[in-house]
T-cell receptor
Framework: EAGVVQSPRYKIIEKKQPVAFWCNPISGHNTLYWYLQNLGQGPELLIRYENEEAVDDSQLPKDRFSAERLKGVDSTLKIQPAELGDSAVYLC?????????????FGPGTRLTVT | GEDVEQSLFLSVREGDSSVINCTYTDSSSTYLYWYKQEPGAGLQLLTYIFSNMDMKQDQRLTVLLNKKDKHLSLRIADTQTGDSAIYFCAERSGFNKFYFGSGTKLNVKP
């Protein structure tokens, strides 16, 4: 079974430029998460989707970040315009509910460097 | 958000046991998780424990939960150099919302 796929793996852009990240979750996983991971820190949730509905976007900086999950499968996270402080790893994860357990599976992440 | 705390570093010798500790704040957490992250990779789910359990064993991994003290630990028996990584604990609060600690970097010396 294929895992969570993310692309690109690395991205270097200049500040004020736009950037987009793509995620393909594990087949059949209804829940999709985008996390931000700063160096030396754990992941912090940006947005969570249940199917195509964004059910928790309280931590998403909506002035510059946007996300979509069309048809409840793939998802795209966009930043426009990027700032120096956005340099981080952006992780996508998906989960399937088995009873009361949600097992999250993470992709390898996209490392963003803003110069 | 919820507060999940971990010590930053742990160094052990190959063959010894490693114990990684974690404290959390949300008493309503239903499940607590341990993840492993190797350089350049995403997080890999290792194991989880339901909040009404106090111990779970899975091969070389033993999870202990003290719900009264909100303390979680991960013991790795017979630690190998391949176990060197960053280990994150996470709590799931409310409906499917996860809070992660800052990670403990485990260094295994040969």
């Amino acid at each position: 079974e294929a895992g969570v796929v993310q692309s690109p793996r690395y991205k270097i852009i200049e500040k004020k430029q736009p950037v987009a990240f793509w995620c393909n979750p594990i087949s059949g996983h209804n829940t999709l998460y985008w996390y931000l991971q700063n160096l030396g820190q754990g992941p912090e949730l940006l947005i969570r989707y249940e199917n195509e509905e964004a059910v928790d976007d309280s931590q998403l900086p909506k002035d510059r970040f946007s996300a979509e999950r069309l048809k409840g499968v793939d998802s795209t996270l966009k930043i426009q315009p990027a700032e120096l402080g956005d340099s981080a790893v952006y992780l996508c994860a998906s989960s399937l509910r088995t009873g009361e357990v949600y097992e999250q599976y993470f992709g390898p992440g996209t490392r963003l460097t803003v110069t | 958000g919820e507060d999940v705390e971990q010590s930053l570093f742990l160094s052990v010798r190959e063959g010894d046991s490693s114990v990684i500790n974690c404290t959390y704040t949300d008493s309503s957490s239903t499940y607590l998780y341990w993840y492993k992250q190797e350089p350049g990779a995403g997080l890999q789910l290792l194991t989880y424990i339901f909040s009404n359990m106090d111990m779970k064993q899975d091969q070389r991994l033993t999870v202990l939960l003290n719900k009264k003290d909100k303390h979680l630990s991960l013991r790795i028996a017979d630690t190998q150099t391949g176990d060197s990584a960053i280990y994150f604990c996470a709590e799931r609060s409310g409906f499917n919302k996860f809070y992660f600690g800052s990670g403990t970097k485990l260094n295994v010396k040969p």
